[in-house]
């Protein structure tokens, strides 16, 4: 039976009747409810359960079902690199960049209890967590000027310029142990030396440190003494993980020019090796193998060893790693091993077929079982104590922690940001020593664009109490009726033609689509395939009665020199200098033929493209099907790129990318936006005439979206999978067509004719909204007049940033006056045109 990990649906099996409950039961209702997306009908019944005789028996369900079931504190806003001190008494994590970086050290047990903030990055905490050592940041005149230029200049050369400031200050930080309890600190002698990762050895600090002209080496701080050299040879030595102990670490060397050499990829390459270097006798032992692990009490290792063509799981004693046993052997692939507390049994990751999976084995290779079925990757494996283990699911972009209890099988899922529609993409997880908290790093407010990441502390002691339940369905059943509402009141002027368009879409369509272009195999630049599909599209466009053409230019490697956008243009009746543009790429990795990536893209921007041709909009609409996306976002630059020299006026941008695949039989996928307006419009485009789920995430980098963004700024939607990058064959040769839901692709498009339908029809966003004057509670406000034709007016709305619509009034020219206002207030303003239809998203301005 295959397990449903959704973040809104952790166990769609729910609503199935537990022995002796009535099928009809409120709880079982709700869960259907819930199933198929109506979260107003599913919340106020689970409300109703609450209040009733059976609330304690149905909290865990009904927790699980909207968010989280065990207390979580968000640590900070935007931290990193978090770890638990090895007795489990403090809590410390990295926060802030470049010369403002800081680590803070808390007290587990109170994590509201600062202990120290020091100014510097690359902690770890002695053995016996009395201690903790870290690279101070100094302030120095180098070190401020390399800082300042990591900003300026070419975006393109942000990287090299990060570089140049991370060997600075790897040079000028200081190496300084501070005693936890007193405060007190003492800074170790390093000379010269550019300082890397460190580890905290039982007799003394260890680092990873290189001269200005040499290779790198691990060095020996004792009593403190000068560092002393425990390694020799060339490249660049990188430490890898020390044991409890501290008296053995992994680290491996990075050849100059070569790569990461010796790194934890799973066993997948032949020549893959790192070294076990012991303390205090500073012997180093070269293991070929891959993806190191300690037991807990530090005294044996496993990691994965290639030989023929099989993967073995070795285990060995630390102290004498020569006699290494393989304890599993096969053909699969295998990765991340990790010990029981009591050493007696591993859980490893491997891929009977195509996606991850965690299976458990004795230590004497006995008794080895599987423990997950999903159909998405099940991966890292840890251990919290003999009985308990903490999973991920998903890919890198979109992973979910959750717990199994090995005895009975049961899997709960550990954190989500109890919201209905917003995803919570989570990065890393740390468990404590004694298994009952885990510090997550995660995005919980779904925007994956900006560089900070929240990190959180889940008490697996402490569940959620039937008030912190019923507050958190309250708000989201507010929340989920003022979306529904406002969205219906959107799209209210033209609900029935939106509904007349949408119900000509075409399931058979989406596959005849699917099918033919997955006929050229790969659709790469360099392959025969992509040429093809150009062809296929630009007479497909022909058929729906436009007028399309091809928009070559040369990409690097594509096979002729040459590759092509295929474009067609529904011309807009009323205000046809204005665009928005619609956009898929149809090519592939060179691999596979990318029936998900993107060929299901492809086929939603196709029927949306038919569907349409006979219903032109107010405003203009592309339909862009871009090529060269997996070669580096080719196509849709060189769009862009044209669209900006001819000065067309894009005024909004929908990007779809792998909305064919799905996780179970849900129609669910994820909007990708950096437009709030554009986002809640697509929900509402879906809740209304499609049978599409929808999420969302503040999401575009490294997609075609980004084209957009860079260029004509916060313009984008569009719609990608749920769970975002889910998809086991992502990439892969077996990316194939009997792994798409044609329903779902065809959702898409509907919700994509719908969304373009209300976009199109209304006026764009205003551009230059600014404050005149503002004094004693009065504002004066102005803007750039509308650029649509038939605008008859502008609504104002302004309040507090937590409700900036709380007061609302109308002008019919582009300046208003408000008064009652105050600095920190927020003033919003939106065209309305004479069909009644108000502008798709607001422009903004905070009063000073």
Do not use: C
């Not at 609450?50 to 968000?74: K, M, N, P, V, Y």
């Not at 990188?238 to 790194?263: E, H, P």
């Not at 992502?730 to 194939?736: C, G, I, P, V, W």
């Amino acid at each position: 039976m295959r397990r449903l990990i959704s973040a809104t649906a952790v166990a769609a099996a729910l609503w199935i009747p537990l022995s002796g409950r009535s099928s009809d039961a409120p709880i079982d209702a709700a869960a259907v409810a819930w199933d198929r997306g109506d979260y107003v009908a599913a919340l106020t019944t689970y409300l109703q359960v609450l209040d009733s005789a059976g609330a304690d028996e149905a909290l865990e369900t009904i927790a699980l079902q909207t968010g989280e079931l065990f207390h979580t504190r968000e640590l900070t806003t935007d931290g990193e690199s978090p770890k638990f001190s090895l007795d489990g008494r403090y809590i410390a994590y990295q926060t802030g960049a470049l010369r403002a970086r800081a680590i803070r050290l808390l007290a587990a047990a109170d994590p509201t209890k600062e202990v120290a903030t020091l100014s510097g990055f690359r902690g770890v905490f002695s053995p016996d967590s009395n201690r903790f050592a870290y690279l101070r940041v100094t302030s120095t005149p180098a070190l401020q000027e390399a800082a300042a230029s990591v900003e300026v200049g070419p975006s393109n050369q942000r990287a090299q310029r990060l570089t140049a400031f991370n060997s600075r200050i790897a040079l000028e930080s200081r190496l300084v142990v501070r005693e936890i309890a007193s405060g007190r600190e003492t800074e170790m002698e390093t000379g010269q030396l550019r300082k890397q990762s460190l580890a905290f050895g039982a007799t003394g600090i260890l680092f990873a440190g290189s001269p200005a002209d040499g290779s790198g080496q691990i060095y020996w701080i004792q009593n403190g003494a000068a560092p002393a050299a425990l390694t020799s040879g060339d490249g660049e030595k990188v430490i890898g993980d020390m044991n409890a102990s501290g008296t053995a670490l992994t680290f491996t060397v990075r050849l100059a020019g070569a790569g990461r050499a010796g790194g934890g990829g799973g066993g997948q390459g032949a020549n893959q090796s790192f070294r076990l270097l012991t303390l205090p006798d500073g012997k180093v032992a070269t293991i070929a193998g891959s993806a190191p692990a300690f037991s807990v009490d530090g005294g044996s290792i496993a990691y994965l060893a290639r030989a023929a063509n099989e993967t073995r799981l070795m285990v060995a004693a630390v102290n004498d790693p020569s006699a290494a046993a393989a304890i599993r052997s096969g053909p699969e692939r295998l990765d991340a091993p990790a010990f029981s507390p009591d050493g007696k049994r591993l859980a490893f990751q491997i891929t009977p077929k195509e996606d991850w999976e965690i299976h458990l084995i004795g230590r004497d290779g006995t008794g080895e079982t599987r423990l997950t079925r999903d159909i998405q990757h099940d991966l890292l494996p840890r251990f919290l104590d003999n009985d308990r283990l903490v999973g991920m699911i998903g890919e890198a972009r979109h992973r979910r922690s959750f717990l199994y209890d090995l005895a009975t099988g049961k899997r709960t899922r550990l954190f989500h940001n109890n919201t209905i529609r917003t995803i919570a993409p989570e990065y890393s997880w740390v468990p404590s020593p004694d298994g009952q908290k885990l510090l997550i790093v995660a995005e919980r407010d779904g925007d994956t664009v900006s560089a900070e990441r929240g990190v959180y502390l889940v008490d697996l002691s402490r569940r959620v109490t039937r008030d912190e339940l019923r507050a958190r369905l309250r708000s989201n059943l507010a929340a989920e009726q003022a979306l529904r509402e406002k969205t219906q009141r959107q799209f209210a002027t033209i609900a029935a033609n939106v509904r007349q368009v949408v119900g000509q879409a075409s399931v058979a369509r989406i596959f005849g689509y699917e099918k033919a272009l997955f006929d050229f195999d790969s659709k790469h630049i360099t392959r025969p395939g992509n040429r093809l599909a150009s062809e296929y599209l630009f007479n497909t466009y022909k058929s729906f009665g436009y007028e399309p053409e091809y928009q070559w230019f040369a990409g690097r490697g594509a096979l002729g020199g040459q590759t092509a956008n295929v474009l067609a243009t529904l011309r807009g009746t009323r205000n046809p200098e204005l665009v928005y543009v619609v956009s898929s790429h149809y090519d592939s990795v060179a691999i596979g033929p990318g029936a998900d990536d993107d060929t299901s893209g492809t086929a939603a921007l196709l029927e949306t493209a038919r569907i349409l041709a006979k219903q032109p909009q107010p405003a203009t609409i592309v339909f862009a099907s871009f090529t060269g996306e997996e070669a580096g976002l080719l196509g849709s630059r060189e769009y862009v790129r044209r669209a900006v020299a001819a000065k067309v006026h894009i005024v909004g941008a929908l990007n779809n990318d792998m909305v064919g695949w799905a996780n179970d039989h849900r129609l669910d996928n994820t909007i990708r936006y950096s437009n709030a307006g554009i986002r809640d419009i697509q929900h509402g485009a879906a809740m209304h005439f499609t049978s599409l789920i929808t999420y969302d995430a503040l999401y575009y980098k490294s997609t075609d979206a980004a084209a957009y963004y860079e260029a004509y700024g916060d313009i984008v939607g569009g719609i990608g999978s749920y769970p975002v990058l889910g998809n086991p064959h992502y990439h892969q040769s077996h990316d194939l067509l009997d792994t798409i839901n044609h329903q779902l692709v065809t959702e898409v498009a509907k919700t994509t004719a719908a969304t373009l339908m209300l976009m199109a029809s209304s006026p764009s966003r205003l551009t230059d909204l600014r404050v005149e004057s503002f004094s004693k509670g009065t504002a004066t406000i102005s803007w750039t007049p509308s650029p649509e034709t038939g605008v008859s007016g502008y609504v104002v709305a302004y309040g507090p940033a937590n409700n900036p619509e709380a007061h609302r009034t109308k002008t019919s020219g582009p300046q208003a006056t408000v008064s009652k206002v105050q600095p920190g207030m927020v003033i919003s303003v939106k065209a309305v045109n004479d069909k009644g239809l108000e502008g798709w998203d607001w422009t903004r301005v905070t009063l000073k």
